[in-house]
Each structure stands twice: as C-alpha cells, then as structure tokens.
C-alpha cells in the first residue's frame, strides 16, 4: 500500500502499525512453511497464532470508538509481538530457523514494535488532549 501523509486514515488497513504488521504475519507464515512437520502443530501454528493477533488487535483498536479503548488493544498487539518475538528466539536456537532468516524477521518485529508504540504514544496524545 502507498504510504501518502496528505491521506486521511480510513480504515485500519491505512495504519503503517497493520501494513508493516501483515508483512511480519507474511514472513512468519512463509518461514514456518520450512519447519519440520514434527512443528507444524506445535510452533508453528503459535508463531502464526501470535502473528494473527498482532494485526488482528490493531485493527480490533481501529474500530474502537474511544482512545482508552484503541490503546488497550494496541498494548495487547505489543504482547502479541512479545510473544513472537520469543518464538523465534527459540526457534532459532532450536535450530530450527536459519540465522538469516531469524534476523530478517527478528528485524522487521522490532520495526513493527517501534511503530506500535509511535501509534500508542500519539493515540495517549488524543486521550489527553
């Protein structure tokens, strides 16, 4: 999606916060394709699991009518993150996830981390105001 700052946010899929989260679900599912199949019911579909949610909370936020509301579901996509953030340590060190891989994906959680916590701070901003 073409990022425009003149472009007023309609729907959730405008957020950066869910555009940069849905590359991450992208990867994550792409990467977990290569897990053994002894994982496929195991990590991998929590590391899917996890992914979903992030972006699933974002825009479960998006749809909120007031900014208490959108921040609590912005906080639970940060746990979301967490929590995947720690599935692929472990896969990586299960030797599970190739190195380069993990840190391709590891990468772009952490830019995805930042940007949630860009859209809390400026949703605490309208809260506050």
């Known amino acids: 999606m073409k990022e425009d700052v003149n472009l007023k946010i309609k729907t959730f899929r405008d957020l950066k916060a869910w555009q940069e989260g ?34 699933s909370n974002i825009a479960e936020g998006f749809g909120r009518q ?24 472990v896969t990586k060190d299960t030797g599970r996830l190739g190195e380069l891989n993990f840190k391709e994906i590891y990468d772009k959680s952490v830019e995805v981390h930042k940007i949630i916590n860009g859209l809390i701070k400026k949703s605490k901003t309208y809260l506050n105001s």
């Open 22 to 55: 849905h590359a991450l679900v992208l990867m994550v599912y792409n990467a977990s394709e290569r897990l053994p199949s002894c994982e496929r019911f195991e990590l991998c579909s929590q590391m899917r699991r996890s992914a979903i949610s992030i972006t």
């Open 66 to 89: 007031t900014y208490k509301e959108k921040i609590q579901f912005y906080y639970i996509a940060l746990g979301s993150l967490t929590e995947l953030q720690n599935q692929l340590i």
